[in-house]
C-alpha cells in the first residue's frame, strides 16, 4: 500500500501570515526524504492554501508521483491539463467549508465529468473520483471513464463506537473489492490519524492512502521526517 502525502496544511501556515515560511515545496522534499511514495495537493477556488505558484513549483522540481486534487471549474481543468500530473483526484467543494465534506456526487456531475475525463486521459493523467463509499457513485464513476476512486474515509474517521467502526470498516471494505472488480484502482483518505489508519491498512486492496492534517499536525512535534515515517510504518504494516 503506498502513502501519498498532503502537503495543503504546510500552505495554511504560510497563508496565515501570507508570507514564505513555510514552504510547501521544501516540505515536498522531506516528505518524500522521509520514503512516502508521492505528494497530493488541493488547490482550491479560494486559495486558501495551495497557490497556483506552488502548483508550478511541485510540477517543475518533484520527480515523484504528484496527486492534483481539485474541483471541476473549468478555470481548475484547466490547469490540471496544464499541470498533467501523474494523476488527479477530482473532489467536490464549498467555500464555506472548512474541508472536504464528502464524495463527488458523480451522478449529477456526469456532464462535466463526461467532459473533462477524456481530456485528462488524453494527457496521460490518470483520474480518480473521490466517492462515498457508495455502489450506485462506484459503478458511476466506472461507466463515466476514470481509471481510480478514491474512497471517503471521513464518516469512518469521525466513528467512536467499535461497534459502528466495525460496521463502516465492513462496508468500505466490500466498496473497495466491489470497485476492484469493476477494475478501478481503488485509494483512500480522509480524517485518517496515527490511530485508525491502522485498521483501514488492513484492507490490502487498497493502493493508496491519502493522508495530510495529521501527519503535519504531528510533524509540529516531531518535526516533518519523523511524522511521516511514523505513518509508513502504520500504512506499510
Ligand atoms: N483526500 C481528499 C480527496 C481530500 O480532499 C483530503 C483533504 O484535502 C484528503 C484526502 C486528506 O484528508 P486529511 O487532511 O483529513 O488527511
Known amino acids: 500500500m503506498k502513502l501519498s502525502v498532503n502537503i495543503d496544511h504546510i500552505a495554511t501556515l504560510r497563508q496565515a501570515r501570507r508570507g514564505i515560511e513555510p514552504d510547501p515545496l521544501e516540505g515536498a522534499f522531506?516528505?518524500?526524504?522521509?520514503?512516502?511514495?508521492?505528494?497530493?495537493?488541493?488547490?482550491?477556488?479560494?486559495r486558501r492554501h495551495i497557490q497556483d505558484k506552488d502548483v508550478y513549483l511541485l510540477k517543475e522540481k518533484i520527480k515523484m508521483p504528484l496527486n492534483f486534487e481539485a474541483a471541476l471549474s473549468p478555470e481548475i481543468v484547466d490547469i490540471i491539463l496544464e499541470i498533467a500530473p501523474e494523476e488527479t483526484t477530482l473532489v467536490p467543494?464549498?467555500?464555506?467549508?472548512?474541508?472536504?465534506?464528502?464524495?463527488l456526487d458523480v451522478i449529477a456531475s456526469e456532464k462535466r465529468l463526461l467532459n473533462a475525463i477524456p481530456r485528462m486521459k488524453a494527457k496521460n493523467i490518470l483520474v480518480s473520483l473521490f466517492v462515498d463509499p457508495d455502489e450506485t457513485q462506484i459503478r458511476a464513476s466506472k461507466n463515466y471513464g476514470a481509471d481510480a476512486i478514491e474512497i471517503h474515509t471521513g464518516h469512518y474517521a469521525a466513528l467512536s463506537d467499535p461497534l459502528e467502526i466495525e460496521k463502516e470498516w465492513n462496508h468500505i471494505k466490500d466498496m473497495v473489492l466491489f470497485a476492484r472488480d469493476l477494475g478501478l484502482i481503488v485509494n483512500a483518505g480522509h480524517g485518517l490519524n496515527y490511530e485508525n489508519t491502522q485498521k483501514i491498512a488492513l484492507i490490502k486492496e487498497i493502493n493508496e492512502l491519502n493522508i495530510g492534517h495529521s501527519i503535519i499536525s504531528r510533524s509540529i512535534f516531531t518535526g516533518l521526517h519523523q511524522a511521516v515515517k511514523d505513518m509508513l510504518k502504520i500504512v506499510k504494516g
Open 93 to 103: 467543494e464549498k467555500r464555506e467549508e472548512v474541508t472536504t465534506e464528502g464524495g
Open 30 to 46: 522531506e516528505v518524500l526524504k522521509a520514503g512516502a511514495d508521492g505528494i497530493t495537493f488541493h488547490l482550491r477556488e479560494d
